[in-house]
Nanobody, 130 residues
Framework: VQLQASGGGLVQAGDSLRLSCVAS????????MAWFRQAPGNERDFVAA?????????????YYADSVKGRFTISRDNGRNTISLQMNSLKPEDTAVYYC???????????????????WGQGTQVTVSS
């Protein structure tokens, strides 16, 4: 599975951005899909994830880091092998490279662990100025 992320950019605090990630393989629609981010000098941190919802095109159980809950929304379109991350009310501390990831067979306790995801996109830079 190859993942291609896009949509990053330079914005001001309070602005919005929408990231997208397209998967090359239709079987990825059965994977848990997630976004992680990594700021310089930091580890790669969990942002949000969405599970496969058993054959439906959209939806799936979602999970969020506390730092983005209420501001970010993850969604998926299995018909287009795409996930999105709508980021509202951006803050300077959201500045990072954002990576999309895909993994199969994840139990709930491992959803937030980067090492559990087998496939990764190349990352897209998000910079939020104050």
């Amino acid at each position: 599975v190859q993942l291609q992320a896009s949509g990053g950019g330079l914005v001001q605090a309070g602005d919005s951005l929408r990231l997208s990630c397209v998967a090359s393989d239709f079987t990825s629609s059965r994977y848990t899909m997630a976004w992680f981010r990594q700021a310089p000098g930091n580890e790669r941190d969990f942002v949000a994830a969405i599970r496969w919802n058993g054959g439906t095109t959209y939806g799936g159980t979602t999970y969020y880091a506390d730092s983005v809950k209420g501001r970010f929304t993850i969604s998926r379109d299995n018909g287009r092998n795409t996930i999105s991350l709508q980021m509202n009310s951006l803050k300077p501390e959201d500045t990072a490279v954002y990576y999309c990831a895909a993994g199969g067979g994840l139990i709930q306790s491992s959803i937030r662990t980067s090492g559990q995801y087998a496939y990764w996109g190349q990352g897209t830079q998000v910079t939020v100025s104050s």
